[in-house]
T-cell receptor, first 113, second 111 residues
């Protein structure tokens, strides 16, 4: 059984740029959720994808967008990067939107300068 | 506004001690409470609790939920240096709102 994987591991971008982060869900999992974790804070829910559609969204602006592909992998896109977007971005997969034993990937550390 | 509050925020104990970590919550439409351990990056799943008063146990770790008083505790007995980590409490609501996390308890076990 393959766990949740994310790429890249680290990323440095400049304010105003755009970034795409990638996530492969655990084998058999069809639901992917994305979280932003600032230093010293708990993860904050960005959105969830199920069957290639956004299934729920937290309090994040529209410049945070995503995709889910037929193989259940997912992308998180952030446009017009701001300094406050610097954080660890975590992807979590689960067996379904109502089955919330979510299993997390190792995350992508994004630094915006 | 939904809230998950963990205490203490940090804790330093000696190897062999027993620790109790606390999590209180105020959310609408509560469904379950989850505990995770975060060492470097990926939070790893520990427990999911849905019913009051039923203890979940895994080795030296155990957890219980009180849905009347809206809190949960995570106990770790005979602590080891490998237990050093941030322990996150999260609440799941009905619907597709994702998990609401607390800030975590940073636990340091000294040899």
């Amino acid at each position: 059984e393959t766990g949740v994987t994310q790429s890249p591991t680290h990323l440095i971008k400049t304010r105003g740029q755009q970034v795409t982060l990638r996530c492969s869900s655990q084998s058999g999992h069809n639901t992917v959720s994305w979280y932003q974790q600032a230093l010293g804070q708990g993860p904050q829910f960005i959105f969830q994808y199920y069957r290639e559609e956004e299934n729920g969204r937290g309090n994040f602006p529209p410049r945070f967008s995503g995709l889910q592909f037929p193989n259940y992998s997912s992308e998180l896109n952030v446009n017009a990067l701001e300094l406050d977007d610097s954080a660890l971005y975590l992807c979590a997969s689960s067996l379904g939107p109502g089955r919330n034993e979510q299993y997390f990937g190792p995350g992508t550390r994004l630094t915006v300068t | 506004e939904d809230k998950v509050v963990q205490s203490p925020l940090s804790l330093v104990v000696h190897e062999g001690d027993t620790v109790t970590l606390n999590c209180s919550y105020e959310v609408t439409n509560f469904r379950s409470l989850l505990w995770y351990k975060q060492e470097k990056k990926a939070p790893t799943f520990l427990f999911m609790l849905t019913s009051s008063g039923i203890e979940k146990k895994s080795g030296r770790l155990s957890s219980i939920l009180d849905k009347k008083e809206l809190f949960s505790i995570l106990n770790i007995t005979a602590t080891q240096t490998g237990d050093s980590a941030v322990y996150l409490c999260a609440v799941e609501k009905g619907g597709a709102d994702g998990l609401t996390f607390g800030k975590g308890t940073h636990l340091i076990i000294q040899p």
